[in-house]
């Protein structure tokens, strides 16, 4: 994905915090505007972790975050009830365009327009790290868990190996807002915000050919060694870690 133009960079990088309003301004204008709704995660992937969840057609799914809903659209496929809210208009308008039955919202992820208790399984995945108050978000998405609910979050380590050895700086969405955090400390967040956390595994999709291959060709090689390293790697060394979580008996 090509940089920010100048003048929107400028302004991000001498502001002290963004405000939703400019992260808005960057989805619609740069990140959804160039990738054209694309998804960077393979819908094989994606149908295998509906599967590894037990998705049910009779569950209703939220997810936070939700892009132009292409984990949605792998539930959905499993007959499920979907929602979804994103800070991103264009990507909203793409979501309402595939899933007509589906409810969707434009707004950010601390204030979710959903009554309490109201979903099977609520997800996140590869977002919280760019959210401006995550405490919020996280307690948002414990709110509108049912008590017998899941809440999966998908983020970034600070323990990746790749990262900490300077060969990673993070996503082109640091641009305008990235924390990337060790998961003990991911841990403590969702253990605050009433949230257990039940299991954890790798994320693994890129490891696959479309990702290995991608531009700047020169770093193909290191591209390539870290997807073979990355499955027999702890999991303290991986980039992004799934946390599945349940609202814990004081919360719910």
Not at 69 to 75: K, R, Y
Not at 199 to 217: Q, V
Request: charged share 20%.
């Amino acid at each position: 994905m090509q940089r920010l133009d100048e003048a929107l960079a400028h302004m991000l990088r001498n502001a002290e915090s963004p405000t939703h309003e400019q992260v808005a301004e960057f989805y619609d204008r740069v990140y959804y505007g160039q990738q054209a709704g694309e998804s960077p995660t393979p819908t094989r992937h994606l149908r295998r972790l509906a599967k590894r969840l037990g998705v049910r057609s009779e569950q209703r799914v939220l997810d936070v975050a939700c892009g132009c809903g292409a984990w949605l659209s792998a539930v959905a496929a499993c007959g499920v009830q979907v929602s979804g809210i994103d800070l991103s208009a264009r990507a909203i308008e793409t979501c309402r365009k595939s899933h007509s039955k589906g409810r969707f919202h434009i707004g950010p992820a601390e204030h979710l327009p959903f009554a309490d208790h109201e979903f099977d399984l609520v997800t996140c995945l590869g977002s919280l790290e760019h959210f401006l108050d995550q405490p919020s978000a996280l307690q948002e998405m414990a709110r509108v868990a049912r008590p017998n609910g899941r809440v999966l979050v998908l983020v970034p380590n600070a323990g990746f190996l790749t990262y900490r050895l300077g060969l990673f700086g993070g996503t082109a969405q640091r641009d305008i807002q990235e924390t990337i955090r060790s998961l003990s400390e991911w841990q403590a967040m969702f253990s605050a915000a009433g949230l257990e956390t039940i299991e954890r595994w790798k994320d693994l999709h890129i490891l696959n050919r479309a990702w290995i291959l991608r531009p700047p060709r020169y770093q193909t090689p290191l591209r390539l060694a870290q997807a073979l390293m990355l499955p027999v790697w702890p999991l303290e060394w991986q980039y992004q870690v799934y946390h599945l979580c349940r609202v814990s008996s004081a919360q719910g």
